[in-house]
């Protein structure tokens, strides 16, 4: 019993050691819970705040410079632009700049106007999560005034002993928002399934890659291909082909499903989702193999993939708008590339857009593909 115990405490204190003395695995252990946790907290359970808009002023008093400092108080909204031209204003929205844009009739001031003031709300419907939550945000700000004013016209009418403020008929719509929404009526499931599956494409190839390159290496498997007259690259490009054509599939058997189970719309070029699909593919498929270069088992590969390939499905706007995330996850997002292929995903997928329009995500991304396949093929150690 007692030489059991031993052996026992033995095991244990070999693990430890093990653990120890394997660097990247322990502060993958300590790391990745906490990062889980303040991701979780700030990107999934804080409310919607400080969503990037435009104001367009054509008039000039105190209504406008009220209704101004009431925008500026709410905290939904970060305003980025203030301009007296609609065009400038809506095309901010339309290059993805700001979220909406607040447009204020020429005639906003003149208080002597008896007609109803038309205010638009020009909205990038396809933000579904930033349109929910600016939508009755902006009706709320301008049913407050609208009421104000009203109120206002009635005391001025009953001063002077009016015949409508008598009727009772003097409370009016001074006001009437109206939503321009671009890109129709998005629903959640529009905004969602592009980055799924970007998402879906992201961790199938990171984990494929751990088993094709770490599974391999631990097994023996990867000794034994190294045996024959095969040069390295030879085996690495043949990986990183075979892991694409599984790509190619399940990208095309996801868009299927798509839009068969959930009436999914592309109003771009399915040939170009595709694409970005596959191009995406690839550079995740790098990635893998610039991270399994380094590993010398699959448990390696999993703790030192996993508090890099977590968190993008977090900052990289999966599910939130990055704008109304803490200013550091933001600057993070933009450094992962699951951000470019989102965005490129949903710009084909809602807003139709077409290659020339997302030509950023695909330099970037390519950018991304060229340095991880470098890093890992170079990397690569033939010496297992």
């Known amino acids: 019993m007692d030489f059991e115990l031993k052996k026992f405490f033995w095991m244990f204190k070999k693990d430890i050691l093990t653990l120890w003395r394997n660097k990247p695995r322990l502060v993958s252990i300590i790391a990745f819970p906490i990062m889980m946790i303040v991701l979780f907290g700030y990107g999934m359970g804080g409310s ?39 065009d400038v204003g809506k095309e901010l929205v339309d290059k993805g700049d700001v979220k909406a844009a607040i447009i204020l009739p020429p005639n906003y001031d003149n208080l002597t106007d008896t007609q109803t003031k038309d205010v638009t709300l020009y909205l990038d419907s396809s933000d579904q999560i930033a349109s929910q939550a600016l939508v009755p945000a902006t009706e709320q700000v301008f049913t407050g005034i609208n009421n104000k004013l009203s109120i206002e016209k009635l005391t001025k009418l009953s001063t002077l002993n009016s015949p409508v403020a008598n009727s009772g008929t003097s409370i009016v719509e001074s006001l009437k928002l109206e939503i321009d929404r671009i890109y129709g009526n998005v629903k959640y499931i529009d905004f969602l399934v592009p980055a799924i599956l970007s998402m879906i494409i992201m961790f199938s190839c990171v984990t494929g890659m751990g088993q094709s390159i770490a599974g391999e290496r631990e097994t023996g498997e990867l000794a034994r291909l190294f045996m ?93 708008p990055i704008e109304t995330m803490p200013w550091i996850f933001q600057k993070l997002a933009y450094i992962c590339p699951l951000t470019y292929l989102n965005d490129a995903m949903r710009s084909i997928m809602i807003k139709g857009f077409g290659i020339g329009d997302i030509w950023i995500d695909i330099s970037v991304l390519l950018g991304f593909t060229v340095l991880f396949l470098i890093l890992g093929v170079v990397r690569f150690n033939r010496d297992i």
């Open 48 to 86: 919607i705040e400080h969503i990037p808009i435009a104001v367009v002023n054509m008039s000039d008093g105190e209504l406008t410079n009220g209704t101004l400092d009431v925008i500026n108080n709410v905290s939904i909204y970060n305003v980025e632009n203030v301009t007296d031209d609609v």
């Open 228 to 320: 024959t007259p095969t040069n390295v690259r030879t085996i690495v490009w043949g990986k990183i082909l075979s892991k694409l054509t599984i790509e190619i599939l399940r990208a095309l058997i996801l868009l299927i499903t798509a839009i068969i189970l959930f009436g999914v719309v592309i109003k771009g070029s399915i040939l170009l989702a595709i694409g970005m699909l596959v191009l995406g593919a690839l550079c995740f498929v790098g990635f893998g193999i610039m991270i399994s270069a380094s590993a010398s088992t699959q448990e390696d590969y999993t703790q030192m993939v996993m508090p890099l390939s977590m968190p993008m499905m977090f900052i990289s706007g999966v599910f939130y």
